[in-house]
């Protein structure tokens, strides 16, 4: 699906597996890059989708992983032996990946574990910018959810597009969540003003009124 002429879906639980979280395909030029990677039980479907964008695999530049949950990161050793991308996370949640902790990726939830994950790129900074091709990608953490949960934005023709892929939480001790930090993510994704907010678990919402609704409600 067609979001922007740069933001594409292809992937989530309609799109290529049930269990799988939204993944989003970033597309500028020669270049590209994924939001999150699903279980990695629709790796195929995934990469059918990519190729349906009109993305050659191997031109998937980055993996950005918005925060350690199965749901959004299982397939990420799939996707990086298929497309040769690197992988990017913020470094608290890159920990629990690299460790392969089934409890804190929630991975236990779905009746799974977690296979240990390399992380290529670990986010440190409050804020870190990434190019893919003639698009500034920012990728921001924002706590909460989880320790290393992360947003990114960039603009695509004119309009702000926000990555807020698990806005909705949930908070739960075994995920490490901190309801302080969570509050105060909400409120500085709702300063960002976004036109257009790609989610998770509960799809896309165009408009700026439509997006600052939808993360009030969780307020
Ligand atoms: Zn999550
Ligand atoms: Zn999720």
Known sequence: MKITGNVYTVGGSSDSHPSDAAI?????????????????????????????????????????????????TGGLEGLRKKTGCLVVAHELDARYLEEGDSEVTAARWYGTYMEPT?????????????????????????????????????LSEGKTVLFGQDVHGPLDDTLRSVRGDYVKSLEFLLSLDADILCEGHFGVYVGKEKVRRFIESFL
Do not use: W
């Open 118 to 154: 390399k992380i290529d790129i670990k986010v440190a900074d409050p804020r870190q910018t990434f190019t893919v091709g003639d698009l500034t990608v920012d990728f921001i953490h924002a706590p909460g959810h989880s320790p290393g949960s992360s947003v990114l934005t960039m």
């Open 24 to 72: 989003y395909l970033i597309v500028s030029g020669d270049s590209a890059a994924l939001v999150d990677a699903g279980t990695g039980q629709g790796t195929e479907r995934v990469l059918r989708n990519i190729e349906k964008a009109g993305v050659r695999p191997a031109d998937v530049r980055y993996c950005f992983v918005t925060h350690c949950h199965y749901d959004h």
